[in-house]
């Protein structure tokens, strides 16, 4: 059972910068496409960003495009969401994904952290 734990989460001014970072255990890292989801209160899950199991490529969704960097370290089995100019809307739960589909099939992500909570300030 893949096992994915997110840390990094906060309160933050609006412009201001947070980086998460999802810890990924039980499973073959570089084999995995990673993901980064996000969850406000009384909306539907949005896919924010996703990266390919070499790192080498990596997908956005349109709202944080510009803003948001996704990354990975395989030696670490780590992934990072590095998120600059945060905006109070961006305020939700984000949740790290994993699949063995390819990073741009949003879908096919099945594996779930459960989630760190992102709160910007106007």
């Known amino acids: 059972q893949v096992q994915l734990v997110e840390s990094g989460g906060g309160l933050v001014q609006a412009g201001g910068s947070l980086r998460l970072s999802c810890a990924a255990s039980r499973l073959t890292f570089s084999h995995y496409s990673m993901g980064w989801f996000r969850q406000a209160p009384g909306e539907e899950r949005e896919f924010v960003a996703a990266?390919?199991?070499?790192?080498?490529?990596?997908y956005y969704g349109d709202s944080v495009k510009g803003r948001f960097t996704i990354s990975r370290d395989n030696a670490k089995n780590t992934v990072y969401l590095q998120m600059n100019s945060l905006k109070p809307e961006d305020t939700a739960l984000y949740y790290c994904?994993?699949?063995?589909?390819?990073?741009?099939?949003?879908?096919?992500?099945?594996?779930w952290g459960q989630g760190t909570q992102v709160t910007v300030s106007s």
């Open positions: 994904a994993a699949t063995l589909r390819a990073y741009y099939y949003t879908p096919g992500f099945n594996s």
């Open positions: 990266i390919s199991p070499s790192g080498a490529n990596t």
